[in-house]
């Protein structure tokens, strides 16, 4: 795993944290979500993964960018978005779909070489 370097960006006086690996760039959307409801970020979050445009998009790109994406469970999620008893996290969407367009902040900061923002 190659170096991953910590940096933040200010939007609308709101941190946004962003790590870059490689050439790959990496916002949080947990620091976005903040700026909306600063209590439970995850529940923005948690709200945005059950739109069937947000699913409809990730698999977009999931299917075009990653050849270890899962199409069986990309359409099952697809299926079941925008119904009100689903719920679909951001961690349940990559080990199910073994998803690389999101990923998570600790996975990329378990990197002992990553340097944390003070």
């Known amino acids: ?9 200010d939007v609308q006086g709101t941190a946004i944290a962003v790590v870059t690996q490689g050439a790959a760039d990496f916002i949080s959307l947990t620091d976005i979500a903040r700026y909306r409801n600063s209590q439970e970020p995850f529940a923005v979050i948690n709200n945005w993964m ?43 969407w990559i080990e199910s779909t073994q998803a690389k367009g999101i ?3 600790r996975t990329l900061l378990a990197d002992t070489n990553v340097k944390r923002l003070k």
């Open 1 to 9: 795993m190659s170096k991953a370097k910590r940096t933040s960006t």
């Open 103 to 105: 990923t998570q902040m």
């Open 50 to 92: 059950r739109s069937r445009s947000t699913i409809e998009f990730l698999g977009l790109w999931e299917k075009l960018c990653n050849p270890d994406f899962k199409p069986l469970e990309f359409e099952r999620f697809r299926n079941e978005a925008g119904s009100n008893y689903f719920v679909l996290s951001p961690q349940r």
